[in-house]
């Protein structure tokens, strides 16, 4: 028998497993992450503060796998935001309505709104990486499609809400599919960084995707934006071809059952956990009234600062500098965060969309965008991160299709409703209604926090 002694766990110590303990060890680093954050159906995720060097800020890029999905994804998002502000300026054109802009955002966001949930399902039975290639490389062809179009002199106003629709059903199975697949390129330990780089990459191409957008209209016209977002998805396929991971479906602890019984205990597990419940609520909330800046944008650049397609792609990328500042205050962060933070994000978020309402000069509008951004960022990517930590991998693209739906899914009930109210009373209205839904939101939201802790 050894010399040393065995110590004791204290009353409230997990014993450990290994060599000194009798029980099994489970090596899966997932499981172990779960014991340390303390996940279970009635916890509460408890982030301890951790010093991170410079270099930490981009941990997830040694991994190669991820390295050559957020190279591609960054390529491909540049292109996507030509795109989305090549066609919002092209509705413009064709309908010259604030309404219509509403209609195009809606029913490209209704496919998600339906049949996300069901993606999330699909996205924890089958193998994640061939899943996006069948994405990425449809949204190619829609894109493909929208170009022809208009370089022919042939696109009307229904060929534009037919492929939006189109690619609501892509996006309907690549969101949820995208989101659970990240781990499984960098695994739980660098996951924080990653949804952080990826939130960098996204508004890296916000930024740069504009701006391009708003000179290539005059220098390619529309049409050559939407042949260079085609393009742009050769770079996202050649890296998904390159990538090892994901070529097998997601293990699971059981033999799934039906497709009804996964959703239903996707569901559950969201129901009974109070942090992801009230996660998936705020997400909601506030992307139904205060995140509606793809249907306000181009009409506070007409209509409110009278600027053309040039400024109204530099407004766009205002949003996107203080967007991209706060995925890389996330990436560097050192201590993680609270998830109370998120509260406090939505209470910025609407002030500045109210104070947005009052501006009237493109040299004020731009800080105001730019701060706005970063609200905006700062809040999407805790709560992205927030419910990933807290959701084991088997259930991860079932969770994560119903922050898709809440998030982007809602888009159609916000943009309808923004772009009436635009349409009958003018830009600021649906800005002032957001700014406060969002603020009630965010103070509600934090004192039922507040008072989880007190109970707990």
């Not at 779960?34 to 408890?46: D, F, L, M, N, W």
Request: glycine content about 10%; aromatic content about 8%.
């Amino acid at each position: 028998m050894s010399r040393r002694a065995r110590r004791s766990p204290a009353p409230n110590e997990t014993p450990q497993s290994g060599p000194e303990t009798d029980g099994p060890r489970d090596e899966t680093p997932l499981v172990q992450t779960a014991e340390v954050t303390g996940r279970g159906p009635e916890s509460t995720i408890e982030y301890q503060p951790v010093r991170i060097p410079l270099t930490r800020g981009l941990t997830s890029l040694r991994h190669r796998d991820f390295r050559l999905f957020w190279t591609g994804q960054l390529v491909s998002l540049v292109g996507t935001w030509m795109q989305i502000v090549a066609q919002s300026w092209l509705v413009l054109e064709l309908t010259g309505s604030a309404f219509a802009l509403g209609v195009l955002s809606a029913l490209q966001f209704v496919p998600t709104l339906a049949f996300s949930l069901l993606g999330g399902v699909v996205a924890d039975r089958l193998p994640r990486r061939s899943l996006l290639l069948l994405t990425q490389t449809s949204a190619a062809l829609l894109a493909l499609a929208l170009a022809v179009l208009t370089a022919t002199g042939t696109v009307r106003f229904g060929h534009v809400m037919v492929l939006a629709a189109l690619l609501g059903f892509v996006n309907a199975l690549d969101m949820p599919t995208r989101q659970a697949f990240v781990v499984e390129l960098v695994g739980p330990a660098d996951l924080r960084n990653a949804i952080a780089l990826n939130s960098a990459a996204f508004n890296s191409a916000r930024l740069v995707g504009p701006a391009v957008a708003g000179l290539a209209i005059g220098w390619i016209g529309i049409a050559g934006c939407f042949y260079v977002n085609a393009l742009s998805f050769l770079a996202v396929i050649a890296g998904l071809l390159l990538i090892h991971a994901g070529k097998r479906p997601a293990p699971r602890p059981s033999e799934p059952g039906s497709i009804w019984e996964d959703l239903r205990e996707g569901l559950g597990y969201v129901a009974r956990t109070p942090l992801v419940r009230m996660v998936i609520v705020l997400v909601a909330i506030v992307g139904t009234f205060a995140m509606n800046m793809g249907v306000l944008m181009p009409l506070i650049a007409r209509d409110v600062l009278r600027v053309g397609a040039e400024g109204f792609g530099f407004l766009t990328s205002a949003m996107g500098v203080g967007s991209l500042v706060a995925a890389i205050v996330l990436a560097y962060q050192g201590q993680a965060v609270r998830p109370r933070l998120l509260f406090g994000a939505a209470v910025a978020l609407g002030l500045l969309e109210v104070a947005l309402a009052l501006v009237r000069q493109f040299s004020v509008a731009v800080p105001v965008l730019a701060a706005t951004g970063f609200s905006m960022i700062f809040l999407t990517t805790l709560a992205n991160t927030t419910l990933q930590v807290a959701t084991p991998d088997p259930l991860r693209g079932r969770v994560m299709s119903l922050y898709t739906t809440v998030f982007v899914g809602t888009t159609p009930l916000g943009s309808l409703f923004t772009g009436a109210l635009a349409e009958a009373w003018g830009v600021p209205a649906p800005l002032l209604v957001g700014g406060i839904v969002s603020v009630g939101a965010g103070l509600a939201g934090y004192r039922l926090s507040s008072r989880r802790r007190s109970t707990d």
